[in-house]
């Protein structure tokens, strides 16, 4: 998948089917399906593909034990089935995750117990694996570091975990595969109108400059928490579609957790769960649920950015919540973090479907598409997990709404970019799936590309040459906080690595001294709110 390529398409026709507004979980899972579909697909993300909520969430495929607590057994029935289906059409990408709920009360074993064989039950035969309930010396060997005072038992389950942000490159990869044009730093900036009907969007490219008109059947919003925006320039006296949440995650060195095995800490004073999960060896914990407000008018006008609308594009942790993760975390582990030992925060907004309930987190996480009086097609809510559903959902109305022939959905049974069976998920590029051939003959043809980007990351320098020219991968930013993950991963060790990628990636895109030193500014200067300000 090449931009130039893209580009080259884009030149050559500007008609199609569906146009699909957004390059995160949604807007590529609706691209996979419509193309698959064999529809003319064309998706445009303003900034890079996951730029926004996709790249920042728990990374669960799960069915979500806590909406089966809040009895919202349709969400778990479908996320069940969809986490089953995901883990077979991509188990490159997505493994099984074991995790222990700890029980310090007399009651906690049978009450979770029971609702996690209810849960096994739901996902049938694309169960990851029967839950089991934990006396306390078994617990304490799956979870060496949970605090053992007042420790009863626990429970033991399966749900999927992956990594968001190279699940939505392979989305984005797939769509092309079957033909779709596909394109970041594409932002749409107007919508088209004919008779009082979207006809078609205007989008601007901002590394060319170059404006577009694209004329589309149908043509569907996927933009998250950026919704409201792209529903105003249809309308400008629509009601707002969506709530914002905020929720953060805490890295720490894998030496917390001792183990593979995650925990899931069921109740915290906030009457949510929180999670501490072994990612790319570190781990992740979190989350929050903190309301967030933020004024339509920001996003409508395209004026300077306000304060609150760069938060959009790149919420930052407030200290309430990173304190409020620190203090659970503390309750349940034998060797605590310090503020210290916090490698990277990382922060994501929620596009909630919009509610009366001032609390976000009682909100449901159904997916709700909504068709405006000029039919443009808005999708909003829903979660990583449902992608696959969500899209299927959305394009049998725009298929309609459109007028075209009805075109079965394929996507139950469809390879996601890299498939390939018989995972080892301790092997260093097994994310990449079949690419890994051409990441290892890269390093055949130059043997300095099997150096380490940093010797506290994970990655190898073949990874970025790679990235540049497979992945559509156009800045620093995109190379180490969604190509490789070493953003989330240490940020400290991120920013020290800035530099090398910068030269390295301008060899590949034939830039100059000054978009280095550009790059390396704005990497830096982002990557701040990633470090612990303690
Ligand atoms: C803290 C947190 C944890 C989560 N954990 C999980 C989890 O573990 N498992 C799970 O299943 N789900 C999880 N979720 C939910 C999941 O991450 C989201 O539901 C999903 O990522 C939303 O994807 P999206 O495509 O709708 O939005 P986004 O990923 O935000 O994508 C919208 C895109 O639209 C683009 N855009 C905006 N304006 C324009 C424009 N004018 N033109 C073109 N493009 C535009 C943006 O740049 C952005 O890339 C979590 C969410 C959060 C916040």
């Not at 090449?2 to 590529?28: M, N, P, V, W, Y």
């Not at 005072?149 to 939505?168: I, K, N, P, S, T």
């Not at 079965?408 to 079949?434: D, F, M, Q, R, W």
């Not at 490789?484 to 240490?490: G, I, P, Q, V, Y």
Request: proline residues 3%; charged residues 25%; contains cysteine.
């Amino acid at each position: 998948m090449k931009r130039h390529e893209q580009i080259a398409k884009l030149d050559s026709t500007r008609e199609f089917d569906i146009c699909i507004i957004g390059g995160g979980a949604t807007g590529l899972g609706i691209a996979v399906d419509a193309a698959s579909r064999g529809c003319k697909t064309i998706l445009l993300e303003k900034y890079d593909f996951a730029k926004g909520t996709s790249s920042r969430s728990t990374k669960l495929v799960h069915g979500g034990v806590r909406y089966l607590q809040q009895g919202n057994i349709k969400l778990v029935m479908e996320a069940l089935k969809e986490r089953g289906l995901l883990r077979k059409n991509a188990p490159h990408l997505v493994k099984n995750q074991s995790f222990v709920i700890p029980n310090y009360k007399w009651w906690e074993n049978s009450f979770y117990g029971i609702g996690l064989k209810v849960y096994d039950w739901m996902a049938g035969s694309l169960g990851l694996g029967p839950s089991q309930f934990l006396n306390k010396e078994e617990t304490i060997v799956l979870a060496p570091n949970l605090d053992q005072d007042g420790l009863r038992g626990g429970v033991l389950y399966h749900d999927g975990q992956f990594d968001d942000a190279r699940l939505a490159i392979h989305l984005a990869m797939t769509a092309a595969d079957h033909g779709a044009v596909i394109l970041n730093y594409m932002g749409v900036e107007g919508l088209m109108k004919t008779n009082e009907k979207v006809c078609g969007v205007v989008t601007k490219d901002s590394i060319s400059g170059k404006e577009y008109e694209i004329f589309a059947k149908a043509v569907i919003n996927a933009t998250g928490v950026f919704s409201d925006s792209i529903v105003k320039m249809d309308d400008p006296k629509a009601e707002p579609l969506i709530s914002h949440s905020q929720g953060i995650h805490l890295v720490f060195d894998k030496g917390f957790l001792l183990s593979d095995t995650a925990i899931m800490i069921p109740r915290t004073d906030d009457g949510r769960v929180l999670f501490a999960v072994p990612w790319h060896n570190k781990i992740i914990v979190g989350t929050t649920d903190t309301p967030v407000a933020f004024s339509n008018s920001d996003a409508e006008t395209g004026h300077a950015l306000s304060l609150q609308k760069a938060r959009m594009v790149e919420p930052v942790a407030l200290k309430d919540e990173i304190d409020f993760v620190m203090q659970h975390i503390h309750r349940y582990l034998k060797k605590d973090p310090s503020y210290s030992d916090i490698r990277s925060i990382f922060a994501g907004l929620r596009p909630l479907v919009k509610s009366s309930s001032k609390i976000t987190s009682a909100i449901s996480r159904d997916h709700h598409i909504s068709v405006s009086d000029s039919e443009l097609i808005s999708i909003t809510g829903g979660k990583w997990t449902t992608y696959r559903k969500m899209a299927e959902d959305v394009l049998e109305i725009a298929i309609y709404k459109a007028g075209m022939s009805e075109k079965e959905c394929v996507t139950k049974n469809l390879h996601i970019h890299g498939y390939k069976e018989n995972n080892n998920y301790s092997a260093p590029l097994y994310y990449y799936g079949t690419d890994e051939i051409g990441i290892n003959e890269l390093v055949k043809k130059d043997n300095t590309l099997s150096g380490l980007i940093h010797p506290l990351l994970p990655y190898i320098k073949a990874e970025i040459v790679w990235a540049v020219q497979n992945e559509m991968c156009m800045t620093v930013e995109d190379a180490l906080a969604r190509r490789t993950r070493a953003l989330l991963l240490d940020a400290k060790a991120a920013i020290e690595s800035a530099s090398l990628v910068a030269n390295m990636m301008a060899i590949e895109l034939k830039q100059d001294d000054n978009w280095i030193k550009e790059q390396i500014d704005t990497f830096n200067l982002m990557a701040k709110n990633y470090l612990p300000n303690y």
